[in-house]
């Protein structure tokens, strides 16, 4: 069996997720501007 999360796949969160964007300053600017435009999606 292989394992569950891909490295790769755990690295793009690491630095582009929800939790990522969210523990920095500039990051909850990020979200806070996606959100206001009304994004679906606000990280990966």
Avoid: P, Q, W, Y
Wanted: proline share 0%; aromatic share 2%; net charge positive.
């Amino acid at each position: 069996m292989e394992k569950l999360t891909k490295t790769k796949k755990l690295k793009r969160l690491r630095k582009h997720g929800f939790r990522a964007r969210t523990s920095s300053n500039d990051g909850k600017k990020t979200i806070a501007r996606r959100r206001e435009k009304g994004r679906k999606k606000l990280s990966v």
